[in-house]
């Protein structure tokens, strides 16, 4: 089993920079490929960005590539997602997940979820 507690959601001008965290307890983090998904109210959730169990190699949605930045440190056991340029369409509740499969995109092939931390951006 693997926890997952994300941190960092805020409320911030259109334009500006959140860093959200995600800390994780239980089996081994480096084992795990994570990702990040966000849902905004009314809407499905949506994947944002993964990254490999080594770091080496990330994936981004295209609505966030070029803005968001995720990275991981196996040694605190924590995934980050560096969001710049934030827009308010970017407003969402953001859900970090584990996933044994290499680099997934899809919330299906995630097991393990955070309970999710709010970010709004306002214009």
């Known amino acids: 089993q693997v926890q997952l507690v994300e941190s960092g959601g805020g409320l911030v001008q259109a334009g500006g920079s959140l860093r959200l965290s995600c800390a994780t307890s239980g089996r081994t983090f480096r084992s795990y490929a994570m990702g990040w998904f966000r849902q905004a109210p009314g809407k499905e959730r949506e994947f944002v960005a993964a990254?490999?169990?080594?770091?080496?190699?990330?994936y981004y949605a295209d609505s966030v590539k070029g803005r968001f930045t995720i990275s991981r440190d196996n040694a605190k056991n924590t995934v980050y997602l560096q969001m710049n340029s934030l827009k308010p369409e970017d407003t969402a509740v953001y859900y970090c997940?584990?996933?044994?499969?290499?680099?997934?995109?899809?919330?299906?092939?995630?097991?393990?979820w955070g309970q999710g931390t709010q970010v709004t951006v306002s214009s």
């Open positions: 990254v490999s169990w080594s770091g080496g190699s990330t």
């Open positions: 997940a584990a996933s044994l499969a290499y680099l997934p995109g899809s919330s299906s092939e995630y097991p393990y």
